[in-house]
């Protein structure tokens, strides 16, 4: 009994080996509701009932917002059809009485039989005419409605500050929150559909009820046995998506990088195609025996409320029988009970089915509803004092960042200045926090202690979108747009209206104007693999590209700023490297700063001022020539490159291999 009446509960997925190979161990989702001290969801048909006002009401909001005349007039042709369809019944009463229990010869009844008959006619006519109005109206809501909806997701995603895209929990929550636009939009049509079954439901039931008072319990008898099947096997599939949720994205994963362009030279080169595959293999098949076990769970339930449903009718049917024999109800009255009964079955049939339908869809729009008051909490601020046009310098004052997950802070105690016009430089070792900087001096991250002040102002009392104007960053994993050439450079200030013309000071500053030249169509060729007739650039070719967008991005303010560049030459050749340092260089007008990260000592020699960092800690700061007199970490760095352009370097044999080969 348990089995069916108990409280659906989240099992633990049976996941193949591949994924503890692969990852590890099991991946799981743990997100607050399924983590396993909370195993039992809240997902009991009251608790279905309960929430399901707010959501129904939250999808007619959506609704009215979007088109409120075809919200009207689906409501104006549901309530039609719900009158048309007791109409229809009375027609039909009408017709038994004049057949069942009408006097006069055979001929004399048919002629009696016509007006109802006729009526009936119209009825249906009317009937169809308006379901057609309201399929047509809801054909025109939904779009709308999932179009706002995944309007709200997507503003949603881009305003959260970067802390929350950085954050495991909340990757989680925009990742199961991309289902709820479809759900939106599914829960029109099942609010229509369930609209009309409650409208038919309580006109039949009201027909039902003049018909013969003990009829009106045997219809939710025979239907109520469905709905809990059709509730229950609901919240069995959904379970099953939300435990599952991570295992099917983990095999995905894994599908993906055997297609992947970026894996393709290794799929092949180190026969990982075929490893992978037979991993892809298990987890999948894994999975498949989810979706077995669901699908007998699924079967079986169904079957045990046929099998109810099945007795509730013989008993409303035996009812009937034994009303009539024991003379308390006409054979005309019965006649048209049993219509309304099979009618009304019917309707509450699909009323349950659709109310549950609206339950499976409305948890989706409820982890959606979830995201957009989670992202909400984590917006970017908007408001705040304007950045002052002149600012002089910008100071970095003990400054600690400690991200989500981690135990460590990346930076801690950082202390830094950068004046205007001057060109500062970070160095250190990987993982020593020289990124993290960058996000925090650019304003996408926010010190968790100390402070970051631009002038006189602490940036946490600053607009941030006026902080975020001001600054200009060149990464090493600048974005790639899948869009033309000349809108790749003119996305560093998309706002500003640009010419292929103004864009060409750019593109000659980043000496990009051989590569654009070599394009089938100058800055109009399009700079995406995926679509046809589009061009890939080389590593070097797309830093050109990023370097010209960095200038464009500057060149088009005049105020104070700062110009943040993340080893920006990594795949430029040696030649192009030092012409970038240079450009680079002169880029620090009296009106910005810049800011230089590079593992690439010769790009730093020149600067005018240079901070090592260390596992999180400055530890040096100097020119070039103070750091090498200092002997510190800077001079062994520093030395060390060096070392490597001297012709006496001593090059290493190699080594006999420590796994021998396989004969
Ligand atoms: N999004 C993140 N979430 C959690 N930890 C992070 C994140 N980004 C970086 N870290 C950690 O913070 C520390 C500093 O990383 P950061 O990327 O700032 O170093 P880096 O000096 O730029 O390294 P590299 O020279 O390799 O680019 C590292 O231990 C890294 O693992």
Redesign the pocket.
């Known amino acids: 009994m348990k089995r069916f009446f108990g409280p659906v509960t989240m099992a633990d997925p049976q996941v193949s080996d591949a994924e503890h190979e692969l990852f590890g161990g099991p991946l799981r989702y743990d997100m607050g509701w399924s983590q396993h001290e909370h195993a039992t969801l809240d997902l009991t048909m009251l608790s279905a009932l309960r929430s399901m006002p707010g959501l129904v009401g939250a999808t007619l909001r959506m609704a009215w917002q979007a088109d409120r005349r075809a919200l009207l007039s689906v409501g104006v042709s549901e309530i039609g059809q719900g009158i048309a369809a007791a109409a229809g019944l009375l027609a039909v009463n009408a017709v038994m009485h004049a057949l069942l229990a009408g006097n006069g010869s055979a001929a004399e009844r048919l002629h009696a039989l016509l007006p109802g008959l006729l009526a009936a006619a119209i009825i249906g006519v009317v009937n169809s005419a308006l379901s057609a109005w309201s399929t047509s109206r809801a054909g025109r809501l939904e779009p709308k409605v999932e179009r706002i909806a995944t309007t709200q997701y997507l503003a949603a995603a881009a305003r959260v500050e970067l802390e929350a895209i950085?954050d495991p929990d909340f990757r989680r929550l925009v990742d199961i929150a991309q289902h709820g636009p479809g759900s939106a939009r599914r829960m029109i049509s099942s609010c229509v559909a369930a609209l009309n079954g409650l409208i038919s439901l309580i006109t039949t039931a009201g027909v039902l009820a003049v018909l013969h008072p003990a009829l009106l319990p045997m219809l939710v008898l025979i239907a109520a046995p469905r709905g809990w099947g059709a509730m229950r096997v609901a919240q069995e599939r959904y379970v099953s998506v939300m435990s599952w949720i991570e295992h099917v994205r983990a095999s995905r994963l894994i599908g993906n990088l055997l297609t992947e362009r970026t894996a393709a030279q290794e799929v092949r080169l180190h026969a990982v195609g075929p490893f992978l595959l037979s991993r892809y293999e298990r987890m999948a098949e894994s999975a498949e025996a989810e979706q077995e076990r669901l699908a007998s769970s699924k079967a079986l339930t169904e079957w045990v409320a046929s099998a109810l449903s099945g007795l509730a009718m013989a008993a409303t049917y035996g009812t009937m029988f034994w009303l009539i024999m024991a003379g308390h109800m006409s054979l005309a009255v019965a006649g048209t009970a049993v219509i309304a009964v099979r009618t009304g079955s019917a309707s509450l049939g699909a009323l349950v089915m659709n109310i549950n339908q609206l339950h499976e869809e409305s948890l989706y729009v409820r982890d959606h509803g979830r995201f957009l008051a989670e992202a909400g909490q984590r917006t970017l601020p908007t408001g705040g004092a304007p950045v002052p046009e002149r600012v002089k310098e910008i100071v970095l004052d003990q400054v600690t960042y400690l991200?989500p997950?981690?135990d460590t802070p990346?930076l801690d105690g950082v202390t830094l200045t950068l004046p205007m016009g001057s060109v500062t430089a970070v160095v250190?070792?990987?993982?020593?926090?020289?990124?993290?900087?960058m996000k925090i001096l650019s304003g996408m991250l926010l010190p968790e202690s100390g402070t970051l002040r631009w002038g006189e102002a602490d940036v946490t009392d600053l607009d941030r979108a006026q902080v975020f104007e001001r600054v200009s960053l060149l990464t090493q994993d600048f974005q790639r747009w899948p869009v033309t050439a000349a809108m790749n450079v003119r996305l560093g200030r998309p706002d500003h209206p640009a010419t292929d013309d103004d864009l060409k000071p750019s593109v000659d500053y980043a000496v990009a104007g051989p590569v654009i030249a070599k394009l089938p169509d100058g800055l109009r060729s399009l700079l995406a693999r995926m679509f046809r007739g589009a061009i890939e650039l080389s590593g070097g070719e797309w830093q050109k590209v990023g370097l010209a967008r960095t200038h464009w991005r500057s060149s088009t303010s005049q105020a104070d700023g700062v110009l943040i560049v993340d080893e920006p030459t990594s795949a430029l050749d040696p030649e192009a490297e030092i012409e970038a340092f240079d450009r680079i260089r002169r880029l620090a007008a009296p009106n910005r700063a810049v800011v230089l990260v590079t593992?690439r000592m010769s790009g730093v020699r020149h600067a005018d001022h240079i901070y090592v960092?260390n596992n999180?800690h400055l530890t040096e700061h100097g020119t070039h020539d103070e750091l090498i007199t200092a002997r510190g970490r800077y001079a062994a760095m520093f030395d060390a490159q060096a070392a490597q352009y001297a012709p006496t370097m001593a090059i290493p044999h190699p080594a006999a291999p420590t796994v021998p080969d396989q004969i």
């Not at 250190?428 to 900087?437: A, F, P, Q, R, V």
């Open positions: 950085d991200y997950d981690r990346a250190g070792e990987n993982g020593s926090g020289k990124s993290t900087l593992h960092l999180g």
